[in-house]
């Protein structure tokens, strides 16, 4: 059974950074395409940032330059560093990947969200 697990987010003050972290757990043979979607209060959920396997990076507009992610294949960790946090920020922060397991194919899995707020 894979899990992926949210933490880091909280309160911060407009301007402030936050780290995100993701945690991929289970019987867990490689990580694929991870991502970090958002989804704010009356929204849709959105793409924040994706990091595909290989090196390359995608971001949405509104957080180029502020937000990075990251990932840490060794401990099966995705990262969201955001810095010059902004009110209109405030979302629940789903991690979303396609992992394979042992003896299968990659699937696609996400977490149950962190919500973080930023506030003026």
């Known amino acids: 059974q894979v899990q992926l697990v949210e933490s880091g987010g909280g309160l911060v003050q407009a301007g402030g950074s936050l780290r995100l972290s993701c945690a991929v757990s289970g019987s867990i043979s490689s990580l694929s395409t991870m991502a970090w979607y958002r989804q704010a209060p009356g929204q849709q959920r959105e793409l924040v940032a994706e990091d595909i396997r290989g090196g390359s990076t995608n971001y949405a507009d509104s957080v180029k330059g502020r937000f990075t992610i990251s990932r840490d294949d060794a401990k099966n960790t995705v990262y969201l560093q955001m810095n010059r946090l902004k009110p209109e920020d405030t979302a629940v922060y789903y991690c979303?990947?396609?992992?394979?397991?042992?003896?299968?194919?990659?699937?696609?899995?996400w977490g149950k969200g962190t919500l973080v707020t930023v506030f003026s």
């Open positions: 979303q990947g396609y992992v394979s397991v042992y003896g299968g194919y990659a699937m696609d899995y």
